[in-house]
Structures are given as structure tokens and as C-alpha cells.
């Protein structure tokens, strides 16, 4: 009785007279509804402010363009913005190096406080890293009375500028190459010096040449923000048109000056800095490999 | 050049990697140094390189004590496990790398560095391949090119980390004979590690067997195969069954043979340990004398894998897997399959006494 | 055996190293560390412990002051929270679906990053005023964004947009499909496969971004301070008030809500480590 039971049981059990399809994607009209919705935020939040930019600096004209962006102030604030590069670039690529060499050919306590701290500029708001600078070298400051008495000015001057955007340019190059040179590990090193080669040699010809990409990428990520940086140059700057302007202040100064056009038009060279900055990078990423593996401030 | 270790430990962290090593190594001699993972023996390759050092002991070469002397000076070579050949270099200028960075004064003419390079490739058979970069060769190419840039420095002690460990069967084969004759013709002291027993008693003129960083036994290929001095060195140089067994007065029982195990080893209970291919299955109305021990009771085949030029029967005996390698003549002789009854008789057993623990 | 031969010979903190310049580039490191971002931030401790207790806490219960932090950490975690909504859609169109455009729309998620804040501030209140071309068809409807709290919710999720999406992405990408799969041949619908199978390991990878966001929002000076009316008590946010006190020389204040600040910034930095060491030891790293 039970067997029968059972065949009878059996037998109820659908047959599949035509192919199931697995749910393993949405079905097409949501898939596009989605795109449509992800691609409307990004209109809103990233394209139009980009195309604006371009739109308002040209909306006199383009004589008004080209005036503006060779205007006196204007060209010393391009000379500031590149000579502040020039130096905190190369002085943080020098550092993110040798902190990245020392971080991950070593084993040595306190490893990880050591990355925390190159990480700390990234948690810090530049408004704060700019302060920083005027609460030692400002006139209230630490050093105030000496660098008065001395006649050196940091504050509200070229040197300021250049510390506040070491500071906040700090970890750029650091960060890229930890984790490249961490997944290399010590074998290259340690081969050529079974080969006898000096420090210096192994480093030169094994290390460096295995780095280059992620030096380069962490060099045109250092370039960008350092060229970029507001919060924490305006308020160490002083704003003196034409000599303690950076592009990014003087942007903000013909804007408060409701020079409108010409503050966009300064604006449009940094937004095409940054579009360069940013096919650059993917250039690098897709020819190297080099995921973006956190995102970066 | 002759190495002298002596009494090498060190630790890392909590877990002691070497034990008080003590081995001596022999002029132009061929040592393996084999073992599992964790023995030991790849942080003792790279204290002889020079890439690590010990908490105590003495490493001699010739004499001079080297723990000290810079890695410049020490006339070592190290080919890698994974090769660490530069991906960035051709192979050319990867074998030339080592005279390359020579200082200055010390430093061959540009002309000379490339004959010697030359000859090198011609060495390793790779002299076509100058202009590739190892990205484009092959695992036993990459391996020549790693041989041949070590080699480029003249190296008076050559040390190789698990040589053909990333290597497919068929050349693992190939190259072995190759290394084996390389080594021949240029007599270079030479010591490799490897976890391959076969690799280790096929290549070698000794070999060191640890575990758990110490050196269990020291000898050469047969030594160590025909009179391992500890189960360890037994059982990892190939499948051991392992009988239980009393030992009294210097005699240990197996089965229904006494056989004599020497004074020092102390009353108690012990192991007996046979090679497969030392077991020997009889029917079980076989009454016949033999000299070998047979064991009281009967086994029961459990499986025949009559694949090969030998075949394998696992029987099952008391409450214990007897592996047993018989030709195939006897397999049909004796009519073994699967269910069959038979009895036991152990070969050259070799009787080592039972770890407490 | 010698003595020496006994004595140990490793320097008990780090491990003996065939490779060079440890102490040349570990020295550097600490040296330039500690003179552009230790020595600064240290000053800035020094100052505000130096202001004493009372002073502090009247400074930092002010109703400016209160205010402040209201609007900025308010308005930050309405950002984080729409990054996280938006980012997370954008990270799955991006990874799931192919579509026209699908390379550069993938770039450009890294604008924010690269563009300067001031610029970031000025196109968005030119695009958001009443005569903007967005502010121009919300005012009708009397949604008045720049020189409003939305202005400023507008600008902090530009700048958090990219968090979310590029912490979320690397994660979506390696999901098995396999896991997908075996949920629908369990008989599983889509939905229910999104929201039990999909989005648990999403999770945390959100939360991080939502967390990097927010940390980014409420640090954020340049592109608000162009779309806000900067009206203290009203859209007056903590970084402007900090530059407010600093143009008054009022050093002790500033450093005391700084310190508020970075206090604050520090705590998400550990709950953001945490919530990475719990999916490490959740998933095996």
C-alpha cells in the first residue's frame, strides 16, 4: 500500500514540457530603468557641473576667455600653483619611496601605526591642515616671535602655501606604492644581492624598474591634488592677488569679486588638469593592471 | 670548498626552525638536504647563503667562520625557488647582471662580460635565446637562465631551493640528469633542498633527511634507504606497514621469528616497519619454512590495482591496512582477489622501538 | 664553541636584513613625518589643551558652535546616505551591465577626486542658482537649492560620490556567480536572490564607503562654502567656522573645534579599520 502511495505520489511531480530560464539577471526592462537612473544621478551630480564649468567661461566670449587666463594675476597665480608642484611633488615622491621601501622589504615592529600615520593627512580636513601651519609659524604662534624678529614670513607666503600642500599631499605617492611593492616581496632584492650587487645597485636596477607604474600613478595622483588644493592653502594664503594666489584661490577671489567669467575661465584650465589627470590614470590602470584597490580622498 | 655546521639553532618566535644543527659538507660534494615543510631545511640553505642567521652556532667555510662576513664576500650562489630572474631584463642581461654590478675596479671589460655570458647560455643550451625576456620562456628555460646567471659569478658553493619544484614531471626528469651532469663536469660543492625523496636518492651524493629542525640522518642514497636510523627517515623515504612487536633481552618477536635488534635498544614494545614490496602473501594451507617472519592469523584482500609492472594489494590485517607491491606472476599464482584469505610474511623488517606518545 | 658564538646575535626589535637602508629610509620617514604632520598636529593639541578646561567647554557649547556641528555632521549623513543608495546603483550598473559609454561613465567616477574643490563649488552653485539650468526648473516649484541646506547636501554628495562606488565596485566584481546561480536552481527569485544573496557581502564594503564619504563630507570646505549662504546658525559648516575664528585670530577657538574635529575623524578612521578587520575575519580575508 505505502509502494503504491509513493508511485502515485511520483508521478504527480511536473513534468518540464519547455526550458526553464534561470532568474540570473534582472529582466530587461529593469536593467534599463536602473542604467537610466544611475546615468540621470550622474548627469546631475557629475556631468553638468563638469560641462558648466566650460559653458560659463566662455560665455562672454572667447576674447574674454583668453584675457582672463592671461591676465597678470592671473598668470602668477598659474607660475604659484606650478611652482607649489614642483616642489611638493618631487619631495613627497622622495618620501612615499622610502617610507614604501622601508614599510614592506622590513620586518619591524610598529609597521602598521607607521601606515596609519602616513595616512593620517587623508582624515584630516584641509581647513585643518592649513591651520595647523598658522598655530606654529603665524604670528601668535610657536615660532611667530622668531620668524618676525628674523624677518621670515611663512604665513600668508609662498613657504606656507608649499607646507600646507606637502601636508596634505603627503601619503598620495606612499599609498600607491605600499601595496605594489608589498606583493613583490623581497626575492628580486634579495637575488640580486646573491649577485652580489651594492644596496644601491639592487635598488636602482631591480626595484625601481618594477615600481615605475605605481610611481607614476602615485606621482599624477600627488600632481592633482596638489594643483587642486583649496581649503588648505586659502586659508594659510592670505589671498594677495598676485602673489599668495594659487589658481584654485584665485578662482575664488574673482568669483567674490563676481568676475564671474573670469573665475570660470580659470576654473576651466584646472577642470582640464583634471580631465588630463584622469585619463592619464585610467591610461596607467589599464595598461599596468593597477586596480584601484581603495578609494582615495 | 668544505662547510662545516655547527650547532645551528634558531627560532622563529615561539617555534624553534633549527635544532642544533651539526653537518659537515664535503668538497664538490652533491648534498640534498630533504625533509616536509617546516623541517627546516630551506631556512638552513639560506643561513649557508647568507640571506638569514641563526641565534647560535657557526657556519665554516674552509675553516673561516662566514656568519659575519658580508654577503658580498661570501663566495655563494643561490638559485631561487621560483627563479627571481628580473622580469624587466633580458636573459642576457639578466646572466650578466652579477658582473655587471661589480665594482668598478674588480669589473671585466664590456667585450669579456659578453663572451662570458655567451658561454653560459652555450652551457645551459639557451644561447638562442639571449633577447628574450623570461616573461616568454618556459619554467625549465627560466630555471637554465637562473642556473646560468648564479654560475656567471663563480660561486664556490652553489645552493638551489627546491630546483624543480614549479616543474612539470617530464622535465623535472630531464633536467635532473642534466643538472646531475653539470655539476660532474664543473665540481662545484653543491647542496639542494627538496621535499621529493625520489628527486633526493636519485640526485644526490648524500642526503641530509630532517624534521622539525633537526638532521635525522646523514648518508648517502642507499645508506639511508637500505638503514634508516629512525622511523621518520623510514617512513618518509616510502611506504612503511607498520607491525607491532615486543623486544626482550635484544631480541624483537615478529610473527614467529626472534629477530636480534642489537643491545641498545631497550625492552618494551616496538615496530616492526616492511616495505610493501618486502611483504609477501602465502596461501593460507602454505606450511612451508621459510627464514623470513610470517604472522600468526590471516589477512583478507581488500583491493588489487593490477595496473603497471607490479601490482598493489591492500589486505586487511587485525584492525590495520597492510599495503603489499607483489608481481603480477604471483598475483595470478596466488590467486588473489578480492575477499581472498592469505597469510603474511614480512621481509627485512626493520625494528625501531614505539613512541610513547 | 665561543662565547660569541653563543651571544645572540639579532637586534631584539626587528629581524636582521640582507637588504639595505633601513635605518637611512625608516629615519627619513620618521623625520619628515614627524616635521609636516606630526610637529603641525601636535601644535595644534598643545594650543587647544593649553585654552583649559572651562574656556573649552564654553567654546565648544556655543550655540554657533553647536550649530555648526549640527549642520555638518546633519547634512554629511544625509549625503553619506544618498552616496550610498547612488553609488551602490551606479557600482551595479557599472559592473553587471554593458551598455554605450560604459568605459568613460567609469572614469569619470573620479572626477571628484581630481577636480579642485573650488571649482567642484563654483559650477555647482552656477548650475543650481535660481538661474541655473537645474535651480532654474526647481525654483518654480519653490525648491531653492544654492544658498540653501539643499546646496549644500547637493555639493557634499558630489564630493562623497566616488567612495561609495569605487569601494563597492572591486567587491561586485568578485562575487561568484556561481553563488547566484545555486540560489536560483533552489528556486529563488531574482529579488530574493539580490537581497539574501548579493547584498550580504555588499554590506560591508557600503558601510565602508558610506563611512569614507561621510568622513570626506564633514571636512569638506571648498565646494560648500560657494553654495552655501554661510549664515552662521543657519548653513555655517564647522570647517567654515574654524576659518571664521582663524580670520578673527581667535586661535585658542579654532583649535578647540579643530580638535573637536579631528577627534571625530579619528573615530571613523577606527570604526571604518574595524568594520574591515570584522569582514576580514568574517570571510577569511
Not at chain 2, 652555450?122 to 637562473?146: C, K, N, T, W
Request: a neutral charge; charged letters at 20%.
Amino acid at each position: 500500500m505505502a509502494v503504491e502511495a509513493i508511485g502515485r505520489r511520483a508521478s504527480r511531480v511536473p513534468q518540464v514540457a519547455r526550458p526553464v530560464r534561470l532568474p540570473l539577471t534582472e529582466p530587461a526592462p529593469v536593467r534599463w530603468v536602473l542604467i537610466g537612473a544611475a546615468l540621470a544621478f550622474l548627469l546631475f551630480f557629475l556631468v553638468l557641473p563638469f560641462v558648466i564649468v566650460f559653458t560659463e567661461a566662455l560665455a562672454k566670449g572667447v576674447g574674454v576667455y583668453v584675457a582672463a587666463i592671461t591676465e597678470p594675476d592671473a598668470l602668477a597665480a598659474i607660475e604659484l600653483t606650478l611652482l607649489t608642484a614642483a616642489i611638493a611633488v618631487p619631495l613627497n615622491l622622495v618620501f612615499g619611496v622610502a617610507a614604501a621601501w622601508a614599510i614592506t622589504k622590513f620586518e619591524f615592529h610598529g609597521k602598521s601605526l607607521l601606515i596609519t600615520l602616513i595616512d593620517l593627512p587623508f582624515s584630516v580636513s584641509p581647513v585643518i591642515s592649513g591651520m595647523v601651519f598658522i598655530l606654529l609659524f603665524g604670528l601668535q604662534g610657536w615660532f611667530g616671535p622668531w620668524l618676525a624678529a628674523h624677518g621670515i614670513r611663512i604665513v600668508f607666503a609662498v613657504p606656507g602655501i608649499i607646507l600646507a600642500t606637502l601636508f596634505v599631499t603627503l601619503p598620495f605617492v606612499a599609498r600607491e606604492l605600499i601595496p605594489v611593492m608589498h606583493q613583490q616581496g623581497t626575492t628580486q632584492e634579495e637575488a640580486a644581492r646573491m649577485l652580489r650587487a651594492s644596496g644601491w645597485k639592487t635598488f636602482r636596477r631591480v626595484t625601481l624598474p618594477s615600481i615605475k607604474w605605481g610611481v607614476l600613478y602615485g606621482v599624477v595622483l600627488c600632481t592633482g591634488r596638489a594643483i587642486g588644493e583649496f581649503g588648505a592653502v586659502s586659508v594659510i594664503s592670505g589671498h594677495i592677488s598676485g602673489l599668495t594666489n594659487t589658481m584654485p584661490l584665485q578662482v575664488e577671489v574673482l568669483y567674490n569679486d563676481y568676475d564671474f567669467a573670469a573665475a570660470f575661465a580659470v576654473a576651466s584650465l584646472l577642470t582640464l588638469l583634471a580631465l588630463v589627470t584622469l585619463i592619464i590614470r585610467t591610461t596607467l590602470e589599464w595598461r599596468a593592471g593597477i586596480g584601484n584597490w581603495t578609494a582615495e580622498p | 670548498m668544505e662547510i662545516q655546521v655547527e650547532d645551528l639553532t634558531k627560532s622563529f618566535g615561539s617555534t624553534l626552525v633549527l635544532d642544533r644543527i651539526e653537518l659537515k659538507i664535503r668538497e664538490g660534494e652533491f648534498l640534498g638536504l630533504l625533509g616536509p615543510s617546516g623541517s627546516g631545511k630551506t631556512t638552513l640553505l639560506r643561513v649557508l647563503a647568507g640571506l638569514d642567521w641563526p641565534e647560535q652556532g657557526r657556519v665554516l667555510f674552509d675553516g673561516v667562520d662566514v656568519l659575519d662576513v658580508p654577503l658580498e664576500q661570501r663566495p655563494v650562489g643561490l638559485v631561487f625557488q621560483h627563479y627571481a630572474l628580473f622580469p624587466h631584463m633580458r636573459v642576457f642581461d639578466n646572466v650578466a647582471f652579477g658582473l655587471e654590478v661589480m665594482p668598478r675596479r674588480r669589473r671585466p671589460p664590456k667585450q669579456e662580460i659578453a663572451d662570458r655570458v655567451e658561454r653560459l647560455l652555450e652551457l645551459v643550451q639557451l644561447e638562442d635565446l639571449a633577447d628574450r625576456f623570461p616573461g616568454q620562456l618556459s619554467g625549465g628555460q627560466r630555471q637554465r637562465v637562473a642556473l646560468a646567471r648564479t654560475l656567471a659569478i663563480e660561486p664556490q658553493l652553489l645552493l638551489l631551493d627546491e630546483p624543480f619544484g614549479a616543474l612539470d614531471a617530464k622535465v623535472r626528469v630531464e633536467l635532473r640528469r642534466w643538472l646531475r651532469d653539470l655539476h660532474d663536469s664543473m665540481g662545484i660543492t653543491t647542496v639542494f633542498v627538496t621535499h621529493d625523496q625520489e628527486e633526493a636518492l636519485d640526485l644526490a651524493d648524500r642526503v641530509a633527511v630532517m624534521n622539525e629542525g633537526r638532521i635525522e640522518q646523514v648518508g648517502s642514497p642507499t645508506q639511508i634507504y637500505e638503514k634508516p636510523k629512525t622511523p621518520f627517515v623510514y617512513d618518509f623515504l616510502g611506504e612503511a606497514n607498520k607491525f607491532d612487536c615486543e623486544v626482550e633481552d635484544g631480541v624483537a618477536r615478529v610473527g614467529n621469528k626472534a629477530l636480534p635488534v642489537g643491545r641498545r635498544m631497550r625492552d618494551g614494545p616496538a615496530v616492526a616497519y616492511v616495505r610493501p614490496h618486502d611483504v609477501v602473501l602465502r596461501r593460507i594451507d602454505d606450511r612451508s619454512r621459510s627464514e623470513d617472519a610470517v604472522l600468526p592469523g590471516e589477512a583478507t584482500v581488500r583491493f588489487v590495482s593490477a595496473l603497471g609492472a607490479k601490482a598493489s594489494v591492500e589486505l586487511s590485517y587485525e584492525d590495520r591496512l597492510v599495503e603489499a607491491e607483489i608481481t603480477r606472476e604471483n598475483l595470478a599464482e596466488l590467486e588473489i582477489s578480492r575477499g581472498k584469505r592469505c597469510r603474511l610474511q614480512l621481509r627485512l623488517p626493520h625494528i625501531f622501538p614505539k613512541d610513547p606518545s | 664553541m665561543t662565547a660569541s658564538a653563543l651571544a645572540p646575535r639579532m637586534p631584539v626589535w626587528r629581524q636582521r636584513s640582507v637588504l639595505p637602508g633601513f635605518g637611512l629610509t625608516l629615519g627619513f620617514t620618521l623625520a619628515y613625518l614627524g616635521l609636516i604632520v606630526l610637529i603641525p598636529l601636535g601644535a595644534l593639541f598643545v594650543q587647544t589643551a593649553g585654552v583649559g578646561w572651562q574656556a573649552l567647554w564654553a567654546e565648544l557649547t556655543s550655540a554657533r558652535t553647536l550649530a555648526a556641528f549640527r549642520i555638518s555632521f546633519g547634512l554629511s549623513a544625509l549625503a553619506a546616505l544618498a552616496n550610498a543608495v547612488f553609488g551602490l546603483l551606479v557600482a551595479w550598473v557599472l559592473v553587471r551591465y554593458t551598455f554605450p559609454g560604459r568605459r568613460i561613465v567609469d572614469a569619470l567616477i573620479d572626477l571628484p577626486f581630481a577636480l579642485p574643490t573650488a571649482v567642484a563649488g563654483i559650477a555647482l552653485t552656477a548650475l543650481y542658482s535660481d538661474s541655473g539650468w537645474i535651480g532654474g526648473l526647481l525654483a518654480p516649484l519653490g525648491i531653492r537649492v544654492a544658498y540653501a541646506p539643499l546646496g549644500i547636501l547637493v555639493a557634499l554628495i558630489f564630493v562623497g560620490l566616488p567612495f561609495v562606488v569605487r569601494t563597492v565596485e572591486p567587491v561586485l566584481r568578485e562575487l561568484d556567480g556561481e553563488l547566484e546561480a545555486a540560489a536560483a536552481l533552489l528556486g529563488a527569485r531574482r529579488w530574493q536572490i539580490l537581497v539574501r544573496v548579493v547584498l550580504p557581502p555588499l554590506l560591508p564594503a557600503l558601510l565602508t564607503g558610506a563611512t569614507l564619504a561621510f568622513a570626506r563630507a564633514i571636512g569638506e570646505y571648498g565646494s560648500v562654502i560657494f553654495i552655501s549662504s554661510n549664515m552662521p546658525g543657519v548653513s555655517e559648516i564647522v570647517p567654515l567656522l574654524i576659518v571664521v575664528k582663524l580670520e578673527q585670530f581667535d586661535y585658542a577657538g579654532a583649535a578647540a573645534v579643530a580638535t573637536l574635529m579631528l577627534i571625530a575623524s579619528f573615530i571613523l578612521l577606527l570604526v571604518i579599520n574595524l568594520i574591515q578587520a570584522w569582514t576580514r575575519r568574517r570571510h577569511g580575508g
